[in-house]
């Protein structure tokens, strides 16, 4: 469904549910992170894609003073959100994205109006592409058009992280929150995490395109691995004497090797080398190097799989089988993209070969894994908006 349509589907749901048209509607995408995995929280480069799908709310303001009703459209189920106390995690748990950002808003003394809200995600859940981060960016879009308040989108990314770190437990860098809050139709985002500086990068060359390949194997960031790789890369910066591992080099490493155990030396040896390749691939979009960028994804991949160890079977499957099809069959590279244990690969293909690609990915997957893979193909897409105000 295209952005518009979604709006309009919304629009009708808010409708059915609370008698009236809505007065906002609002969207934050999800992402595809095309190179620069597990960088974020090194103080490195990432370089995410916003992808066409989105989380999108249809709201008023509710007659009845004091609290916040959001309808999820698609698990027909209701959150009720108090207004008269400080906002704190409750039920259900998708609840608590929503609330996270609230608590932001009202930590900075904004008065939250009572509201009804429809809600709707095409974002896959647990599929490593920010659903959670798209609600995040998607709640505190809908707070600037209710409240008037608009904030910088980088202040709102941050807010957005922080709602992420202290309501869903989860210790993210700010990659998923930024691309949401930041995205450009036709371009690439690639993000200093340190400075938090941006560079829109366009891709806009319509010979090449993004398929998403959702192994369907579940990804679950809270389950303390990401935390433990965190900490490992800490661990690693400490014995280089650096203060994140953005500021070692693969010699450096070298020479510090024999004081670190092998598992935080490889944890090391990735990010240092995934820095690298990430600023290399940002150049080469936009010299529209594609082959240069695909290997650079196919290396990523490697790492990740061999010395972070975040990917996993299904996912090395899939990367395997576009290895496969190659460049002749229209396969640039492929790569896991997010988080890792499961989740999504991204490919950059050939547009014309993308339907018979994502076919033959399909077909190979099922018959190695018994799974269904769903595959599906995105432009580079805006961030947030506000679609009615
Ligand atoms: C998750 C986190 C991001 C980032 C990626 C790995 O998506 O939310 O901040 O660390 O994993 O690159």
Same mark, same amino acid.
């Given at each position: ?37 597990? /960088?974020? =929280? ?65 930590? #900075? ?39 008037? #308040? ?64 959702? /192994? ?69 979009? #936009? ?10 994804? =196919? ?85 947030? /908006?506000?679609?009615?105000?």
């Amino acid at each position: 469904m295209t952005l518009k349509d979604l709006a309009a589907h919304i629009a009708t749901e808010f409708r059915k549910r609370f008698g009236h048209p809505p007065r906002w509607i609002v969207a934050a995408p999800g992402r595809v992170n095309v190179i620069g995995e597990h /960088t974020d =929280y090194n103080d490195g480069f990432v370089l995410p894609m916003a992808i066409e799908r989105y989380a999108i709310m249809a709201a008023d303001t509710a007659v009845v003073p004091g609290k916040i009703t959001i309808y999820d459209t698609q698990f027909k189920e209701t959150a009720l959100i108090d207004l008269s106390t400080p906002i704190t995690k409750a039920q259900p748990k998708w609840s608590n994205y929503i609330r996270g950002v609230l608590a932001g808003f009202q930590n #900075r003394g904004v008065r939250i109006p009572a509201l009804n809200v429809a809600f709707l995600s095409t974002v896959p859940i647990g599929g490593g592409l920010s659903s959670s981060a798209a609600l995040e960016v998607c709640t505190a879009t809908l707070m600037e058009a209710a409240t008037g #308040r608009t904030m910088d989108p980088i202040e709102k990314a941050l807010l957005a992280q922080k709602a992420e770190h202290d309501f869903a437990g989860v210790p993210c860098g700010i990659m998923d929150q930024f691309i949401s809050a930041l995205g450009r139709e036709g371009h690439l985002l690639l993000l200093d995490c340190r400075t938090q500086k941006t560079e829109l990068v366009p891709m806009s060359d319509p010979s090449v395109e993004m398929l998403v390949i959702n /192994t369907n194997v579940k990804h679950e960031l809270g389950s303390g691995e990401y935390a433990k790789r965190r900490a490992e890369c800490e661990q690693g910066a400490r014995i280089l004497s650096v203060a994140s591992l953005r500021d070692a080099t693969a010699d450096q490493l070298e020479k510090c090797k024999a004081k670190m155990s092998n598992v935080v030396y490889r944890r090391a040896r990735h990010v240092i080398g995934e820095i690298e390749r990430t600023i290399h691939a940002a150049e080469w979009v #936009r010299q529209s190097n594609w082959q240069g960028v695909g290997t650079l994804m =196919y290396s990523s991949h490697a790492s990740l799989r061999n010395d972070y160890e975040v990917s996993c079977k299904e996912l090395d499957i899939v990367v395997d089988i576009a290895g496969g099809i190659g460049c002749a069959g229209g396969v640039y590279g492929c790569r896991m993209t997010g988080g890792g244990f499961g989740g999504c690969c991204v490919a950059l293909v050939k547009t014309g070969a993308a339907d018979a690609i994502a076919g033959k990915i399909e077909a190979d997957y099922k018959a190695k894994t018994g799974i269904e893979a769903n595959v599906f193909s995105s432009r580079p897409a805006a961030g947030a /908006t506000i679609i009615k105000s």
